[in-house]
């Protein structure tokens, strides 16, 4: 086949993935930019109002609550459950594996994954039941048992509450990750520092924990950005409340633009918050791309026919 | 330091048996190799020694002490992988440190003992570096001396040349034969390369499938094989093992392999052999065990050079009887040509004879 | 011989002090595996109890104490053929939507995602690098930034309130990372198997037909399952951009329940949940391996 026509048949294989990225990634993109610029709500009008979001948002004093929420929310889900408990549950079905084969070890690593594919809504279910600020809850249920008044968990806890969920969620990226990289350690690293000398603990002090640094590096700069850019959670089971407690940043901009209770179809401010977000998360691709060698990732074909 | 005894181990994952039955008593203050193709059970064994691997039946014995069930971190041996097994992220000085740390050693006494111990293996110049930065002879040198730091009574060694090139090999070789010498320590080697075996062992264990062949010192495999296995594993090349049955004609008795060749029975033999008369025989002669000649002498054969292949500093000379092979070494100065006749004369004391059915040697020589 | 011997405590002292010493070591283990099943059990108490509660629930008349189920019965699921309130839609339209979306995006993902990524993968040409490099940043942009845009999109397009305008929302915004995952997979096929089939006379597009998509099924099986459960959860955009009752998808079905009657029926909420929960829950049981894969490659999110 000539090369022009190899070029060809790649534009057409290519076409529809093109044609759907432009139309949803590129319009969309260039009217945000611009929707940004305007006060258009509910009627969709184009009213050019310079820079007055930009300028708004620094004196909006709920954002900078808001903020705070978001620093939050991010670095706690991400410290506590997305990076540690993703790491000790890994270490620990990788122990479980070692010494007692495979079924349990996937037995609780299927468990934690589960929530991940569980959808949304049922997900917040489960735990407005778990939360319950009844005696019917899980937690009140127990309580009572032991003759305690119930507690509103959600509206007394509410920072805590969205941590807690989204983490249990989130801790089972890093359970894959570092379980797939702690198995993928040489057996023979384990087996030498057993003959040294070293116990389970020591194994992961010294042994484990060095050789998976780079997982544990990845998990932490891509969760970051996950994070920030996620807000389903929060809306379904606090939407943000009570009074902007649990509004984060992206759910700031979701509820300046749809949520019904405290303002509504605000799209030319809502533009404007969700641009910060943008900048952010290119700038976190940028250093994706640098730190972890993605282009690794992109080595040359070895063909050269087309 | 520890003699170390096996008594019938073995070893099995799932429906593979890994290691058969296998008794051995390893002397104290001697290399032992354990010699056998990949996937003999040798590195099983091993793991075992090292108390990785538990036995699923037999004990193992180090001195008096049964130490099945005892882990690895109390039974006191080092370790050197093939891989090396280096911790990547330490430098040289944390590696070789390590089992010495676990052990609670104080800090002044870690660093003189492995400064000690850097010097014996000639690595003293290199304590910053990490195990990347290094080629693959230094790291080997630094897994033995993260295996000798600790005063091992038994020092075990997974293939320690397998990844060293030609010329490093030999003299690693060397190296790792005069370390063991200056420590006197029970060493036991794991390899399936059979010059390693017989150049660093004082006993060779050779293994096939699990299965415990020989256990002699090495000069003894080459001489006086227990078995085909042994003897077509040992020696390069190899030795001539050829279908043979007994016949006796004017009252001579001669080998009979196929149809064309007949190899004369060697007096001292006769009695021996004569019992075996129609029963299935292999017979076995090493091409460094053959002379070529142009006179005839009692015991030769002639033969027809079929193919003349250079070696080195030997060429390996090919004769074909029908269907039969033989083939002969001789100085590589020698001059022989395809197609010449020639006499081949057998060392009569070096012939070996096996029992086609259960492998076995006979012995023949008095 | 160099002076290298110091005394340590000796294995030597004798088979007593080594076989005690060796039970130490032995208890000190079962010590750690007490700790370490302990530590799992406990942390997985919550999720085992949710999810366990959300079966028990839909099929008990009350639970005491919050967690102990009373009574067998299955009225929880009368909203199977009568409607929970005169304001909501029939339930397997609501469930046929839902399947819908679904199915198409596994469509899409399958079918433009799987050219996209192997041209991406293994053939050269001049705006590769580019493209991959749009890829990854697309993958990793943040959704409710075009949310609001795409509102009005889908508004000009008179497409708000219609399945197909989230269809083709939602089949955008995958498309980057199903891409993405799909070139993983490729990536994995090795070069030789792809040249010999080239020495033997196939064309390019013959080797991947032929050649290639075979050695990937896995993966395309993977991605098709993680496609469908993703279209099938929906939320996010299923509550933003469809408010008529006939569009609307089971999240919104549920959605719907949580706000009209949380406190009032539990047995309700947890059956609808149940409902909506047990075909993903049926795929995971049986694929749980393959969706761990997908999850690695590229989850986003929490």
Not at chain 1, 8 to 20: D, E, K, N, S, W
Not at chain 1, 170 to 194: D, H, K, V
Not at chain 2, 105 to 115: G, L, S, T, W
Not at chain 2, 247 to 262: H, Q
Request: with cysteine.
């Amino acid at each position: 086949m000539t090369k022009k026509r190899g070029h060809f048949m790649i534009f057409l294989l290519l076409a529809p993935a093109l044609l759907i990225t432009l139309t949803f990634y590129l319009v969309p993109g260039i009217l945000t930019g611009a929707m940004s610029f305007t006060n258009m709500d509910h009627r969709l009008t184009w009213n050019f109002v310079g820079f007055s979001n930009y300028v708004a948002m620094f004196k909006d004093t709920i954002l900078s609550r808001v903020f705070w929420n978001t620093i939050l929310y991010v670095f706690g889900t991400l410290l506590l459950f997305n990076v540690t408990f993703g790491l000790l549950i890994a270490l620990a079905t990788s122990y479980i594996a070692e010494r007692h084969g495979e079924k349990p070890s996937l037995f609780f690593r299927a468990l934690w994954l589960l929530p991940r594919f569980t959808p949304p809504i049922v997900y917040g279910v489960i735990w407005l039941w778990i939360l319950d600020p009844t005696r019917n809850g899980l937690l009140n249920g127990v309580l009572n048992w032991f003759g305690q008044k119930p507690v509103s968990w959600i509206s007394e806890f509410p920072m805590a509450v969205i941590v807690l969920t989204n983490g249990v969620i989130g801790a089972s990226f890093g359970m894959i990750l570092f379980y797939s990289a702690i198995t993928s350690i040489s057996r023979e690293y384990n087996w030498a520092a057993a003959v040294d000398g070293a116990g389970w603990l020591h194994r992961i002090r010294y042994v484990t924990l060095p050789l998976i640094r780079w997982p544990l590096l990845f998990v932490t700069a891509y969760q970051t950005l996950s994070l920030l850019t996620s807000y389903e959670y929060i809306l379904i089971l606090t939407g943000g409340g009570p009074f902007y407690k649990t509004t984060v940043w992206s759910l700031y901009a979701y509820n300046e633009a749809f949520g019904g209770y405290y303002a509504s179809y605000r799209f030319g401010y809502a533009t404007a918050l969700t641009l910060g977000l943008v900048i952010v998360s290119i700038i976190a691709s940028v250093i994706y791309w640098r730190v972890f060698r993605f282009r690794e990732m992109m080595s040359e074909p070895k063909i050269e026919v087309i | 330091m520890a003699n170390v005894r096996l008594k019938n181990l073995t070893k099995t994952f799932g429906s593979v048996v890994a290691v058969d039955n296998v008794s051995l008593d390893i002397p104290d203050g001697k290399v032992t190799v354990l010699l056998g193709p990949s996937g003999c059970g040798k590195t099983t064994l091993l793991l075992m020694l090292a108390g990785i691997y538990q036995p699923t039946h037999g004990e193992v014995y180090f001195d008096d002490v049964m130490v099945n069930g005892i882990p690895p971190k109390l039974r006191n041996v080092g370790l050197v992988f093939q891989s090396y097994a280096l911790y990547p992220h330490m430098t040289v000085f944390d590696n070789i440190a390590f089992p010495l740390r676990l052990q609670k050693v104080p800090k002044d006494e870690i660093r003189d003992r492995v400064h000690a111990i850097t010097k014996v293996v000639q690595i003293s110049d290199l304590l910053k570096r990490k195990p990347g930065q290094m080629s693959g002879g230094q790291q080997q040198r630094v897994a033995l001396a993260r295996a000798l730091v600790k005063n091992p009574d038994l020092l075990l060694l997974d293939e320690p040349l397998s990844n060293l090139d030609a010329r490093l090999r030999i003299e690693t070789r060397v190296e790792i034969k005069r370390i063991q010498q200056e420590f006197g320590i029970t060493t036991v080697l794991v390899t399936h390369d059979q010059v390693e075996a017989v150049t660093m062992a004082d006993n060779v264990a050779v293994l096939k499938k699990g299965v415990l062949q020989q256990y002699s010192p090495p000069e003894e495999l080459l001489l006086k094989p227990d078995n085909i296995f042994v003897a077509s594993f040992m020696g390069d090349p190899p030795m001539n093992l050829l279908d043979t049955e007994l016949v006796v004609r004017d009252d001579r008795a001669f080998f009979k392999c196929g149809s064309e060749l007949e190899i004369p029975v060697p007096p001292e033999a006769r009695e021996a052999v004569l019992s075996r008369t129609g029963k299935g025989l292999v017979i076995g002669i090493r091409p460094e065990n053959m002379s070529l000649k142009e006179e005839e002498g009692d015991y030769a054969i002639r033969g027809k050079v079929f193919m003349v292949e250079l070696l080195g500093r030997d060429k390996l000379v090919d004769f074909r009887f029908g269907e039969v092979a033989l083939r002969v070494l001789v100085p590589a100065d020698l001059p022989v040509n395809t197609g010449e006749e020639l006499w081949i004369h057998p060392h009569q004391s070096r012939i070996h004879l096996f029992d086609k059915e259960n492998s076995e040697t006979i012995p023949i020589a008095v | 011989m160099p002076k290298l011997k110091y005394d340590l405590a000796s294995s030597h002292a004798g088979t007593a002090t080594l076989v005690h010493l060796a039970k130490r070591e032995a208890r000190k283990e079962k010590l750690l595996t007490f700790f370490i099943y302990s530590f799992m059990i406990l942390s997985s108490l919550p999720l085992v109890l949710g999810y366990g509660w959300l079966i028990l629930n839909s099929f008990t008349d009350k639970m005491v104490y919050g967690v102990v189920p009373q009574g067998f019965t299955i009225k929880n699921f009368r909203f199977l053929w009568e409607l929970p309130s005169r304001y909501y839609p029939d339930l397997w339209r609501t469930t046929w939507n839902t399947f819908l979306l679904a199915l198409g995006m596994t469509a899409i993902m399958i079918l433009v995602a799987t050219p996209t990524a192997y041209v991406i993968s293994r053939m050269k040409f001049p705006a590769r690098g580019f493209l991959l490099a749009m890829t990854l940043i697309l993958h990793s942009f943040p959704g409710v930034t075009l949310l609001i845009s795409l509102y009005y999109v889908l508004r000009t397009l008179n497409l708000l309130n219609s399945l197909v305008g989230v269809f083709l929302v939602k089949a955008g915004l995958m498309l980057p990372l199903g891409i993405w995952i799909m070139k993983g997979f490729f990536d994995g096929v090795p070069w030789d198997v792809e040249m010999s089939g080239l020495v033997d006379g196939a064309t390019r597009m013959q080797t991947l037909i032929k050649i290639v998509l075979p050695q990937v099924k896995p993966g395309i099986a993977a991605m098709a399952i993680f496609s469908f459960i993703n279209g099938w959860s929906e939320y996010i955009y299923v509550i933003t951009f469809i408010q008529t009752k006939e569009s609307w998808t089971l999240s919104s079905y549920v959605n719907s329940i949580i706000g009209d009657f949380q406190f009032i029926d539990y047995g309700l909420l947890s059956a609808t949940a149940l409902f909506y929960i047990a075909p993903v829950l049926l795929f995971f049981i049986f694929t749980q391996k393959y969706l761990m894969a997908v999850t690695v490659s590229g989850s986003k999110g929490g």
